[in-house]
């Protein structure tokens, strides 16, 4: 980051970073998306509706797109996702080889110390509780693109196959 960026509260991520979004729930995909633009995260996102769509992104089945050998992924998974939950995504990621080097932030309703627990003896990275109100939702992700615009993130080296 440049001393001008930094005067004008700018994030810079590393462009090379792909951002995934894995979360059934249309208006908080909608509002992450928007409020980490507003970070400066320039970033392409690319989003997820469940967690067998993530599943086959990363795992390279299915018919839809799929990771490319060679990219940086930073994941950003909900617990609570039709076809496979989120703690089922992040069990499935980090038993793999290759794909456990990804960070996978959950960011989710659930605040049970169970769950946060779960998450994090399976391998998440962050744990982030989303926000009921709408202004400390905002805030929140706001936050996270400031913390991803310092993050450094390792390429995946396989294609699944």
């Known amino acids: 980051m440049n001393d001008n960026e930094i005067k004008k509260g700018v994030s810079v991520m590393n462009k090379d970073v792909i951002l995934l979004v894995a979360d059934d729930d249309e208006g908080h995909a909608g509002l992450i998306c ?3 633009a507003r970070a400066g995260i ?3 996102i690319i989003r997820f509706k469940d967690g067998q769509e ?3 992104f990363l795992f390279c089945t299915g018919d839809k797109n799929h990771r490319q050998s060679g990219s940086a992924y930073i994941l950003l998974l909900d617990i609570r996702m039709p076809k496979v939950s989120g703690t089922d995504v992040l069990k499935k990621i980090k038993s793999d080889n290759e794909l456990k080097k990804m960070p996978v932030i959950m960011i989710t309703t659930t605040d049970d110390p169970r769950e946060v627990e779960l998450c994090h003896t399976i391998g998440c990275s962050n744990y982030i509780t989303k926000p009921v ?3 400390d939702f905002v805030n929140a992700v706001r936050q996270l693109g400031l913390f ?3 993050v450094q993130v390792p390429s995946i080296n396989s294609d699944g196959n």
């Open 42 to 44: 320039v970033n392409e």
């Open 54 to 56: 993530i599943l086959d």
């Open 148 to 150: 991803l615009s310092v």
């Open 34 to 36: 928007k409020n980490l």
């Open 133 to 135: 109100e709408y202004d």
